[in-house]
């Protein structure tokens, strides 16, 4: 009898937890497009895969600053240098795919480093998704303010007639401001020593240390130097609004002298549907607020949205021109 008894109850304690995990096997995938319909429910992550104050970073602080009027949650800014914007980019990648992180991408971290890479560690066509592009920011020659040019003309003069004695720096190998660097030698005619630094902020250490005679950054980085008086600007690679007096190089006749470093937010590719659209809504509301325009206007950069489809294409025409670039300037793939 309590054999029997024994045994009657564990069928049903057997039936009973059939029973639970049927009902969560139904109630699981509910549940879980019930936490995506409500994304977000904390904090978000935005990684800058770039050392702080250049300008990836400002941008993706102004808008990790107005994302969470949309989201509703805070933004908070990773930076993880390295390798033209890999490092970051490779250990985002390597996080669960929950929406609860994007990352900041350039040309730099999705095309030209992987490119003049053998083995990338990801490849950005199949691993990540465009949420929308910021805009651009443009390139600008400065040397420090105790230099003796004035202008690009003198430099460009002194450097003919001096070749190898000027000292040039810039951020990252495979990087916009690398390509500018070569271009303006290229369409010059001048030869200079190339210095590479990690980051914006080490070039201008370095700029304003004496250590280099010029360097090339973007204008957002370059500009609180211009503006305190400890480097002058002699040549941008287009026109800002801060730097109206400053000639461009298709005005002073070097037209290669035009790279330009824009800005996207990315997501991982395998990130569920409804949280990728509730990113590339409030991506565009954000881009799209006048206060954050004006902000990033501010700071030299020139907003220019473009949906994630336009982003796409643009990337694309983008890596074909850079392998291009890589090509002529005899670059070596590591």
Request: charged share 20%; glycine share 8%.
């Amino acid at each position: 009898m309590g054999t029997r008894l024994e045994t009657r109850s564990r069928g049903r304690v057997c039936l009973f937890l059939m029973s639970i995990m049927g009902l969560g096997l139904l109630l699981g995938p509910a549940a879980t497009e019930s936490q995506e319909a409500k994304f977000p429910t904390k904090a978000v992550e935005l990684v800058v895969p770039w050392a702080p104050g250049g300008s990836m970073d400002l941008v993706s602080r102004v808008m990790a600053e107005y994302l969470p009027q949309d989201l509703k949650v805070q933004v908070v800014v990773k930076n993880q240098a390295g390798a033209g914007g890999m490092t970051g980019t490779g250990a985002y990648l390597r996080t669960k795919p929950d929406g609860y992180s994007i990352v900041t991408g350039n040309a730099s971290s999705l095309i030209s480093s992987v490119q003049l890479t053998k083995n990338p560690p990801y490849d950005p066509q199949k691993d990540l998704l465009p949420l929308g592009y910021i805009g651009e920011v443009s390139f600008v020659i400065t040397v420090p303010k105790s230099s003796p040019f004035n202008s690009i003309d003198e430099f460009v003069q002194y450097a003919r007639s001096n070749p190898g004695k000027i000292k040039g720096g810039f951020s990252m190998v495979g990087s916009e401001a690398h390509f500018g660097f070569l271009s303006i030698i290229r369409d010059a005619k001048i030869d200079v020593k190339q210095v590479v630094f990690t980051g914006a902020a080490e070039t201008t250490t370095a700029l304003l240390g004496g250590h280099v005679d010029w360097v090339m950054k973007s204008v957002p980085s370059s500009m609180p130097q211009i503006r305190s008086g400890d480097a002058k600007p002699l040549l941008q690679t287009r026109k800002t609004p801060d730097l109206p007096n400053v000639p461009t190089g298709v005005e002073k006749g070097f037209p290669n002298f035009n790279i330009n470093m824009w800005a996207a937010l990315f997501a991982n590719s395998r990130t569920p549907k409804p949280v990728y659209d509730r990113w590339v809504s409030a991506v565009e509301a954000t881009v799209k607020k006048p206060e954050v325009a004006k902000k990033l206007e501010n700071i030299g950069f020139i907003v220019e949205y473009k949906n994630p489809g336009a982003c796409s294409a643009f990337i694309e025409k983008e890596r074909s021109a850079t392998a291009l670039l890589i090509k002529e300037a005899g670059m070596k793939v590591n």
